[in-house]
């Protein structure tokens, strides 16, 4: 065989060894397309919504059901803060003033009703003690002349006008040992120990009532005016709430209904308590009133005056669109239901395979949540759907998770 002979038959070999190779590779990539196809099933996400097999529905629990109306709890929405009443908040003051000796007690202490707070000396209360102690002489020189002057006028041996004078100088001078002895107790000072000449130059200042040493202004040696106060102190265990209620709601609130607080600065934390008291006239201009409502265990869940809190006022039974509380789900700081837009066949489930051929479709509805009661939540659709329409009852966070993972891995 010749030379050029050689060279024509090598290249048809390498011409017909290319065209074997290209005709195999494309035989394969098909097989290749529907091996990678196989080896997941996943939900799949298209514009009209989220679709699922029955198979993946049966494996995590996706349950349907319809829009009811339920009896639920009718509330009104309110808001306000904590207060303490008058008589369980008091700033402690002087009726003499005088120069601060001591003072026994720290901000934000604990203290009881008659415990002593401080000390003011004053050289006046001596003067006070004095003039009780001379009193009390005078009403005993004026006692014994009334008694000698009623014997003398019972025996018809004096004249009637002494008597009577004898009579007005007793009653003066018990009018004058009363009020001087009151003084003294005013300004914390025993009468019976001024009595007996135990005079003493300090005014010991007590507390008027239980509770929470708050701002102290006075220190030691500091002048002490009268009337001007000292310290405050607050009892915070019967601290209550005062709610704003607006006029369209006035009259649906009353004393005795159930209110359930949400402390705004407190983690959303939950306490409850009632209505004791509703005003009879406006806030100012503002065309509100006050519902006042007493806590329930106020003192073991450490409130403070001041507190704002949201609330909502148990009104009564109403008539509302509810759904289980698990069928909404929020995203994006708004809440959802999931409904079935459309039910069909899934074409990439292999024949044979029974109910796991259904594919569901589920499309996510704005809500806007109201009061939950029993296990349901009230909702309004901000668009309207049909009244036979299938929800999410439960599962649905499922679904939410698996449209977040997915917007994920498609970014």
């Not at 007793?170 to 120990?193: D, H, I, N």
């Not at 006050?290 to 409130?303: C, G, P, S, W």
């Amino acid at each position: 065989m010749t030379l050029p002979n050689l060279y024509i038959i090598k290249s048809w070999l390498m011409l017909l060894l290319a065209a074997g190779t290209l005709l195999a590779s494309c035989s394969q990539q098909p097989k290749t397309e529907e091996k990678e196809e196989a080896r997941t099933e996943k939900p799949r996400f298209a514009a009209e919504g989220v679709t699922l097999i029955q198979s993946q529905l049966d494996a995590v629990g996706i349950r349907m059901g319809s829009l009811e109306e339920k009896n639920l709890k009718s509330v009104v929405k309110a808001s306000g803060q904590l207060e303490v009443p008058p008589q369980n908040k008091a700033e402690v003051t002087l009726l003499m003033g005088g120069v601060v000796n001591q003072v026994f007690v720290l901000e934000g202490q604990h203290v009881f009703k008659g415990q002593k707070l401080a000390t003011i000396e004053n050289n006046q209360l001596i003067q006070l003690q004095q003039d009780y102690m001379s009193a009390l002489s005078n009403l005993a020189y004026a006692s014994k002349e009334y008694e000698r002057q009623r014997e003398l006028n019972a025996a018809n041996a004096g004249t009637g006008k002494i008597y009577e004078q004898s009579q007005t100088a007793l009653r003066s001078e018990q009018a004058k040992v009363s009020a001087l002895s009151r003084q003294l107790r005013q300004v914390g000072v025993s009468p019976q120990s001024a009595a007996h000449g135990r005079f003493i130059t300090q005014i010991p200042v007590y507390a008027p009532i239980s509770g929470t040493i708050g701002k102290i202004v006075i220190q030691t040696g500091s002048y002490a005016e009268p009337a001007r106060p000292l310290m405050n102190i607050i009892d915070n265990s019967k601290v209550h709430c005062d709610l704003v209620v607006y006029e369209k709601d006035l009259f649906k609130v009353k004393a005795g209904q159930q209110v359930y607080f949400t402390l705004t600065n407190q983690n959303n934390r939950e306490i409850t308590g009632k209505i004791y008291g509703v005003n009879q006239s406006f806030e100012n201009e503002s065309k509100a009133i006050i519902a006042h409502a007493v806590i329930e265990q106020a003192a073991k869940n450490n409130l403070i005056q001041g507190m704002y809190v949201s609330a909502l006022i148990d009104v009564g039974q109403q008539l509302a669109t509810a759904v289980p509380t698990e069928a909404v789900v929020k995203m994006g700081g708004k809440e959802y239901i999931y409904y079935l837009a459309k039910m069909g066949t899934d074409n990439h489930t292999k024949a044979g395979e029974g109910t796991s051929g259904k594919s569901y479709v589920f499309k996510k509805a704005e809500v806007v949540t109201g009061v939950t009661d029993l296990g349901y939540t009230e909702i309004k659709l901000v668009k309207a759907l049909p009244a036979d329409i299938k929800i999410v009852t439960k599962g649905a966070f499922y679904i939410l998770s698996s449209e977040n993972a997915t917007g994920d891995e498609e970014e």
